[in-house]
């Protein structure tokens, strides 16, 4: 995601291990550091943190190190966060040994490679293997389960990180981040992104100006080069994280884009939480993830590829006051159903 975990602890990989460690379970978090920096091997937020420097000249050395802290710590359970590989670590070395294995995924990662199919199969069975999978929503959940009749995936969903997502007042918000207070703003917070479908938002921005002039769009995170932003845009490309809160309550209206594809079908963003969690008005393009967090029935939810069907959303969205989406999950929620998992397994292997 490129952020650093042990600078700025953040999302899933930091508050799941987080509410473990808060329930009395001992939790070492041991990560991979690609950007080559300084080993780090501390205490903090209740558990081990040991981050290990990617070397070429020793690229064994971070699979040394899970052996070393395995051998010294003998876990009951290795669970493996954030990518394919180190899943199918974790079921690895949980078969050397003799320990239960989990996976945990907020994405289809083989949509990350689709070319890679040696890695592919290894992944999947890592999944046939693994004592307990983990999905950020159902529909991940049921992928990963496939080739594991009676052994399906426990959901455990994305959330807000608690540094203030919550309804905060809207002109506040815009003259402390330098916005228009009598615009109607139309926010997009996240990479500007072909495989995302941002040019359907744009051309459904183009129609909502024709009958709302004074709508303005306003964009916060990457932009790439084969994406050139239309003169509309107002960027203001990467901002700090604590200042995400206050910018997303300074939308009158938040748009989240994908594509039906192998991504977007399993992609439950973080964002349409969060901004749910501010009481947002939102606008999604559907998909079978996207449904599931919002209702099947939404008004909040447009076909894919539909520039038309998005402009008419963002015209009635634009008419709404704060939404109430009833209870939304937090980190301690999906924290308990980890834990939860975990134990079940656990037992079932005794």
């Not at 999302?11 to 329930?23: D, K, N, S, T, V």
């Not at 109607?184 to 072909?194: A, D, E, N, Q, T």
Request: hydrophobic fraction near 40%; aromatic fraction near 8%.
């Amino acid at each position: 995601m490129g952020r650093d975990l042990v600078s700025s602890p953040y999302g899933r990989f930091f508050h799941l291990p987080r509410h473990l460690a808060a329930q009395g379970h001992q939790v070492q978090l041991l990560l991979l550091d690609y950007r080559h920096g300084a080993p780090v091997a501390h205490q903090a937020h209740g558990f081990d943190w040991l981050s290990v420097p990617f070397s070429p000249r020793h690229p064994l050395r971070y699979l040394h190190e899970i052996e070393r802290t395995i051998r010294g710590g003998r876990p009951d359970c290795i669970v493996g966060l954030s990518d394919t590989y180190y899943g199918m670590l974790a079921v690895h070395f949980s078969r050397r040994h003799g320990c239960c294995s989990a996976i945990d995924a907020y994405d289809n990662y083989e949509s990350y490679l689709p070319w890679c199919k040696p890695l592919h199969w290894r992944w999947r069975r890592a999944l046939r293997r693994a004592d307990l999978l983990t999905a950020a929503g159902p529909g991940l959940a049921a992928l990963m389960s496939s080739g594991r009749p009676g052994r399906a995936a426990v959901v455990v969903p994305m959330a807000p990180d608690p540094i203030g997502f919550v309804p905060l007042d809207r002109a506040a918000c815009r003259q402390r981040m330098g916005l228009p207070l009598q615009r109607k703003l139309v926010g997009y917070c996240g990479s500007m992104h072909r495989s995302r479908g941002v040019e359907v938002l744009f051309d459904a921005f183009a129609c909502l100006q024709a009958g709302c002039p004074d709508a303005m769009l306003v964009h916060s995170g990457r932009t790439w080069r084969n994406v050139p932003l239309p003169d509309e845009v107002h960027s203001l490309g990467y901002i700090e994280d604590a200042l995400m809160p206050v910018l997303l309550n300074c939308m009158d209206v938040l748009v989240v884009t994908n594509r039906r594809s192998a991504f977007g079908d399993y992609s439950y963003p973080v964002k349409l939480y969060e901004a749910m969690s501010c009481r947002v008005p939102v606008v999604a393009t559907r998909t079978p993830a996207t449904a599931w967090i919002l209702g099947d029935a939404s008004p909040h939810l447009v076909p894919p590829a539909d520039p038309q069907a998005l402009c008419a959303a963002l015209e009635w969205a634009l008419q709404q006051d704060a939404v109430d989406y009833g209870v939304l999950p937090d980190w301690d929620s999906s924290g308990r159903r980890l834990e939860q998992a975990l134990l079940e397994t656990l037992s079932r292997g005794a």
